[in-house]
């Protein structure tokens, strides 16, 4: 009678400085707050129920706030709580596809949601005090200037070293996109039509202009021969990838992530040209 061979204990997962580099989806999607961020979305979300519900005891506030734009928010806030309140956080130095995927989901998914959720018809007009910081804050100029730096100064390899190396990305450069990104997004989107005049030429371009600083970056991380990042040079990353292959996959992640936003401005152009040939092409769209 043979004696069975004992089965072999199973491979520990690979580590890096006590951290898991085979991390499951449920060490991914645990709750790991991110408390400023945390307070920023359920502030959003309570100003925004709480406008809702008193917006749709009557028929007119039913009207500007249908069912479809409360899905759309809801569904912006959540992927916003997945990707800033879940492990993902933790494994922004051992992967930057992933970090990279998380940026891209507050800046090129979350915004429009958000955006498009917003009530129709707002009676806010640039006279009020509101209004007219909305309208400067909203200027496709001023917007596109902010979402150039960050873009820009982040994705340089001496401003990414500075803020891995300091602790400042993981926190900092999300709450930097979302930022940036609403902007952007609302000049494109254009949900308050009293504090924003552009036709939709305008938009179109801006929304091109606007897709030019994020597609620049993610060619350079696909085509370059080597690590720009000096924190990832040496990295032990996760799912057994190299340095190389994650910022490959990272620039793939932003330029796909940034294809929808250019689509769109592609379509604003030829709805703007079509008009231009009725001979509608004329007729600005300035706040009431």
């Known amino acids: 009678m043979t004696t069975p061979l004992p089965t072999p204990p ?10 898991n580099l085979d991390p499951t989806t449920a ?3 645990a709750f790991t707050p991110d408390w400023p961020m945390l307070a920023l979305l359920v502030l959003s979300a309570g100003a925004y129920f709480w406008s809702l519900a008193r917006a749709r005891r009557s028929a007119e506030g039913q009207a500007r706030w249908p069912l479809w734009k409360v899905a ?4 912006g806030l959540v992927l916003w709580y997945g990707a800033t309140q879940t492990g993902a956080r933790a494994y922004t130095g051992q992967s930057m596809a992933l970090y990279m995927a998380r940026l891209m989901v507050l800046a090129e998914v979350v915004p429009p949601l958000l955006v498009l959720g917003l009530p129709r018809n707002t009676s806010l007009t640039r006279e009020s005090p509101l209004g007219r910081f909305l309208g400067l804050l909203l200027d496709p100029w001023v ?3 902010v979402w150039a730096a960050v873009i820009i100064f982040w994705n340089i390899p001496a ?3 500075a803020s891995v190396v300091s602790n400042t990305a993981a926190p900092l450069l999300p709450l930097l996109y979302l930022i940036s990104s609403l902007m952007v997004w609302s000049v494109v989107l254009r949900p308050l039509p009293g504090v924003q005049p552009a036709t939709i030429g305008n938009r179109g371009w801006f929304g091109l202009l606007a897709a030019l600083p994020m597609m620049a ?7 370059s021969p080597k690590v720009l990042y000096t924190p990832y040079v040496s990295a032990l990353c996760l799912w057994n990838l190299t340095p190389l292959q994650n910022q490959q996959i990272s620039g793939w992640i932003m330029m796909i992530a940034g294809l ?10 030829m709805m703007w040209l079509i008009a231009l040939a009725d001979g509608e092409g004329n007729n600005t769209s300035r706040p009431s």
Request: no cysteine.
């Open 217 to 223: 970056v993610a060619a350079v991380w696909v085509y």
């Open 260 to 269: 929808p936003a250019m689509a769109l401005a592609f379509v604003q152009l």
């Open 10 to 19: 199973a491979a520990a997962p690979a580590l890096s400085g006590g951290t």
């Open 159 to 161: 401003g990414f070293n």
């Open 72 to 75: 759309l928010f809801t569904l």
């Open 27 to 29: 060490q991914l999607l």
């Open 143 to 145: 917007a596109l200037a």
